[in-house]
């Protein structure tokens, strides 16, 4: 049986009409426009300002930082209000929290540089309204470098995700999580006898 379709009868999704803006805000329209200049002034500013500072105003908008967190430069928070993070955690250079539901971070966590954790997603085979789920990171945990981590994700105690890392579900408690490897596409340098190729 084909499976191709005719281009013509495949429905686009108007996205004029789809649902849910604004819907994740929780406040006043006022408070979010005030934080994201306060965002860009104390938090993701990517001078090397003090973190206290960073958890100072990340509480002042509601967030619950624990003591002795901290905060590298270019950090992004979308709602402090859903940030949630207890003591001693670090936080790494431009970690994205895009939190249009909670992010809960336990004790002694590291996220490391780069990282970017996204609560939202959208019903794609219908019509794009807003889904959201919460992230959960259980103390000790470290999510490495430019790991994305999606809505619904629950990372167990002391687990580790390897760099790079798609994480989606649950992860058990320590163990190690992460891509299986990668693809041969063959030798980078070619025989005598062989042809060129277009990258020669």
């Given amino acids: 049986m084909s499976t191709e379709q ?41 001078w090397q300002i003090s973190s206290g500072l960073r958890a100072l105003v990340l509480r002042l908008f509601g967030a619950e930082i624990g003591r002795g967190v901290i905060f590298r ?41 780069e990282t970017f954790l996204t609560t939202g997603s959208h019903a794609h085979r219908r019509d794009m309204a807003l889904i959201t789920r919460p992230i959960r990171i259980d103390p000790g945990a470290w999510v490495t470098s430019r790991c994305i981590v999606l809505g619904g994700t ?10 790079a890392t798609c994480v989606a579900g649950q992860v058990p408690a320590g163990r190690i ?8 596409l063959g030798p980078r340098f070619r025989t005598s006898g062989d042809a060129d190729d277009a990258t020669s």
């Fill in 154 to 163: 629950h990372i167990g105690r002391s687990a580790l995700i390897a760099p």
């Fill in 177 to 184: 999580v992460g891509s299986s490897g990668v693809t041969d």
């Fill in 6 to 46: 005719d281009a013509s009868t495949i429905p686009v999704i108007d996205l004029s009409k789809a649902p849910g803006e604004r819907q994740a805000w929780d406040r006043p329209a006022l408070v979010v426009y005030l934080w994201s200049v306060f965002e860009l002034l104390f938090v993701t500013n990517p």
């Fill in 73 to 113: 430069p270019r950090t992004r928070v979308k709602f402090p209000w859903k940030l949630h993070i207890d003591d001693r955690s670090w936080i790494g250079e431009g970690v994205w929290f895009h939190n249009q539901d909670h992010i809960y971070v336990g004790h002694d966590v590291v996220i490391s540089q």
